[in-house]
C-alpha cells in the first residue's frame, strides 16, 4: 500500500530561525495536504496543494509539491513560540484515503 | 458552522461495557471518518462514510462498530475492547470523498481509555 515517509521526527529550533519538514510518498499522489496539531489538539487543516510543482504561502509557511507529485516540503521561517506543534502531511492517492505521515514535531528555544 | 463537535470528551471504560462515540457535523459535508491515534503517532484511518455509506473499512476488529444514522451524525459503538485500544478517537469530516474540496475537519477527540 501507499507509505508517506516523514522527516525529520524531531525538530528543535531557535526562536527565530528557519526550519523544513519534508515527505516522501513511494506512489503519485493527486493531492497532498498539510495539517497542524497543537499539544493536546487535533490536526487542524493548513492547505492543500494539488499541481505538480505548485509552491503555495501562508505567511512564513511555504510549501512545495514535487514535480513528480511524489514528495512534498514545509519551509517556516522566523520561527516563532506558536509554531510549536507536530506538523503532519497527508498524501492522497487515487482510492481517496489520507496516508498520514509520522509526523515532525517542532519545539522553540526562546 | 465550521465545526465539527464529538463527545464524550474523555471516556473511561472496561471491557465487558458497551460505550458509544458521537460526532456531529453541520456544514453538509458528505464524507464523514473515523481515525484513532496513539500518543505520538500520526491519526490512523478506521472507518470512511459517503453519503451516509459505508465506504471504507479499513480492516477494524468487529468490537468496533460505526453508524452513520444521518448525513450530520456518525456514531462508534464499542463493545469487548482492550486495554490496547486505548487512544484518542478523532471524527472528521470533508465535503466529499471524490472531487478537489476533499480537506478534512477533525474535531476534538475522545480520550479513551480501556481497563
Known amino acids: 500500500g501507499q507509505q508517506v515517509m516523514q522527516i525529520p521526527q524531531y525538530q528543535h529550533v531557535q526562536e527565530g530561525e528557519d526550519f523544513t519538514t519534508y515527505c516522501n510518498s513511494s506512489t503519485t499522489l493527486s493531492n497532498i495536504q498539510w495539517y497542524k496539531q497543537r499539544p493536546g489538539g487535533h490536526p487542524v487543516f493548513l492547505i492543500q496543494l494539488v499541481k505538480s510543482g505548485e509552491v503555495k504561502k501562508q505567511k512564513r509557511l511555504t510549501f512545495q509539491f514535487g514535480e513528480a507529485k511524489k514528495n512534498s516540503s514545509l519551509h517556516i521561517t522566523a520561527t516563532q513560540t506558536t509554531d510549536v506543534g507536530t506538523y503532519f502531511c497527508?498524501?492522497?492517492?487515487?482510492?481517496?484515503?489520507?496516508?498520514f505521515g509520522a509526523g515532525t514535531t517542532v519545539t522553540v528555544r526562546a | 458552522d465550521t465545526e465539527v463537535t464529538q463527545t464524550p470528551k474523555h471516556l473511561v471504560m472496561g471491557m465487558t461495557n458497551k460505550k458509544s462515540l458521537k460526532c456531529e457535523q453541520h456544514?453538509?459535508?458528505?464524507?464523514m471518518y473515523w481515525y484513532k491515534q496513539k500518543a505520538k503517532k500520526p491519526p490512523e484511518l478506521m472507518f470512511v462514510y459517503s453519503y451516509e455509506k459505508l465506504s471504507i473499512n479499513e480492516s477494524v476488529p468487529s468490537r468496533f462498530s460505526p453508524e452513520c444514522p444521518n448525513s450530520s451524525l456518525l456514531n462508534l459503538h464499542l463493545h469487548a475492547l482492550q486495554p490496547e485500544d486505548s487512544a484518542l478517537y478523532l471524527c472528521a469530516s470533508s465535503q466529499s470523498l471524490a472531487g478537489g474540496h476533499n480537506e478534512q475537519f477533525f474535531g476534538p477527540g475522545t480520550r479513551l481509555t480501556v481497563l
Open positions: 456544514m453538509g459535508h458528505r464524507a
Open positions: 497527508a498524501g492522497r492517492s487515487n482510492d481517496y484515503k489520507l496516508s
